[in-house]
């Protein structure tokens, strides 16, 4: 590489384990309580990064395997997942919001 990569670009071409694996060092590193707060404002800023990171890998493959198995295996074939998603609908539906207290069963 020329030119240096944003710690967000460097995290972002992690796989999923790695980036998880550097979020838990960080929280390690974070709950000790031994660190000056300038770097524990660093380290919060690169684990919140991390997280949105691993989030967004999370929901990537989620999407994926809803549409391996949408079709039940009848086909028996794997779907490129960014072909088969429209390019103004790859951003996933809002979570649901968390149920009200009526509706838990507890």
């Known amino acids: 590489m020329s030119e240096k990569q944003s710690p967000a670009e460097e995290f972002r071409s992690l796989p ?14 974070m709950e000790t309580g031994n660190l000056p707060l300038e770097e524990l404002i660093r380290n919060f800023e690169a684990g919140s990064e991390l997280a949105k990171i691993c989030r967004g890998k999370l929901d990537a493959l989620e999407r994926k395997i809803e549409l391996l198995t949408r079709d039940d295996g009848k086909d028996g074939e794997w779907t490129d997942f960014e072909s088969a998603v429209p390019s103004g609908n790859r951003n996933a539906p809002p979570p649901e919001p968390p149920a009200t207290q009526e509706e838990m069963p507890f």
Do not use: P
């Open 16 to 29: 999923f384990e790695q980036a998880l694996e550097q979020l838990e060092s960080l929280v390690t590193k």
